[in-house]
């Protein structure tokens, strides 16, 4: 059982999101999730539209998503990933480099991101 750990805010859920967990599914067999919690967004200086509750149920329903759990704070990564058995962290590249320090845990692979899609262009366009 290969286990995979992402992290993120995934407000507004568009396609962007779901590329990235459809990649990551396709690097194992089980996808956990890392989900920023209300209280960390302010400290990633982000204003999600859906509360955390919400952000979870509807990454719950996305089918390659195996389990969430909250992320709410920028050091629990090595945690996350030795009480998970994690195998890969991965993430989009807009984090390039940032996470390299977890190699001595696990894999760690950026995907590309989508273009054209965010959550912030989604907000302007609809003047929210
Ligand atoms: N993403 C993507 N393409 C987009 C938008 C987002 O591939 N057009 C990816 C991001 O790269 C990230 C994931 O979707 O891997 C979730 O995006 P955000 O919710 O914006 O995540 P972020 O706020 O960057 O949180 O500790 C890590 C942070 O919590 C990451």
């Given amino acids: 059982m290969k286990r995979i750990i992402t992290y993120g805010t995934f407000d507004l859920m568009h396609y962007g999101h ?3 967990l459809k990649r990551a599914k396709a690097l194992g067999d ?3 999730v890392g989900l920023s919690t ?3 967004n302010q400290q990633k200086d982000k204003k ?3 509360n955390f509750e919400t952000r979870k149920k ?6 390659y ?3 969430v759990i909250p992320e709410d704070s920028w050091d629990q990564k090595k945690n996350d ?3 998970y058995q994690v195998d890969v962290f991965c993430i989009g590249d807009d984090w390039e480099g940032e996470f390299d320090d977890l190699n001595s845990s696990c894999e760690v692979h950026y ?3 989508t273009k054209g899609v965010s959550t912030t262009k989604i907000k302007n366009e609809l003047g929210v």
Avoid at 58 to 63: D, H, P
């Fill in 18 to 20: 779901i590329r990235l």
């Fill in 30 to 32: 089980y996808v956990i």
């Fill in 38 to 40: 209300d209280e960390f």
């Fill in 48 to 50: 999600a539209y859906h």
């Fill in 58 to 63: 509807m990454l719950e329903a996305i089918r």
């Fill in 65 to 67: 998503v195996d389990l």
């Fill in 81 to 83: 990933i030795e009480k």
């Fill in 111 to 113: 995907f590309s991101r």
